[in-house]
């Protein structure tokens, strides 16, 4: 009696085991046709950016762009007389320079002033007044350790 109820958990137990090992084939099939596709359709999309670059190459190629420019541009040859030195360039009227914005020094003059004096962004000073006293903690001298142990 326990030999055949024994023997029916066995079966049982082999037959739950086949139908896993059947599952994860299936799911191992399923995931290597996506694997299959995903490849087709990378060379697809390698295909198209190959063909992309070589519309590209042409339409980039200088040849083309030169004979364009002849072709719908009224250029014509640079002449050497055209060059010449900077110091004979004429100065720059005085009511330009007065009369034109300058938008980053207005932002520069609009900037808020710090509420510490310590603040660095990164390493907070160990004692203000004492780094502005001492020349050789490098604040008040503006030279860095590197340079100090020079």
């Known amino acids: 009696m326990i030999l055949r109820l024994l023997n029916l958990c066995v079966i049982g137990i082999l037959i739950l085991a086949a139908a896993y090992v059947y599952r994860v084939k299936f799911d191992a099939t399923v995931q290597a046709e996506r694997l299959a596709r995903l490849r087709g359709e990378l060379r697809h999309e390698r295909d198209k950016i190959a063909a992309l670059r070589a519309a590209w190459e042409q339409l980039d190629s200088p040849a083309r762009i030169e004979t364009l420019s002849k072709r719908y541009l009224a ?35 609009n900037l808020e002033q710090p509420s510490r004096l310590d603040v ?24 860095s350790p590197n340079e100090r142990s020079r």
């Open 75 to 109: 250029l014509r040859p640079i002449a050497p007389t055209q060059f010449d030195a900077l110091d004979r360039l004429p100065e720059r009227a005085a009511q330009d320079i007065e009369t034109r914005a300058d938008p980053i020094g207005g932002m520069i003059e």
């Open 120 to 143: 660095t962004g990164t390493i907070p000073a160990k004692n203000p007044n004492r780094a502005a006293a001492d020349p050789a903690g490098g604040v008040a001298t503006g030279a």
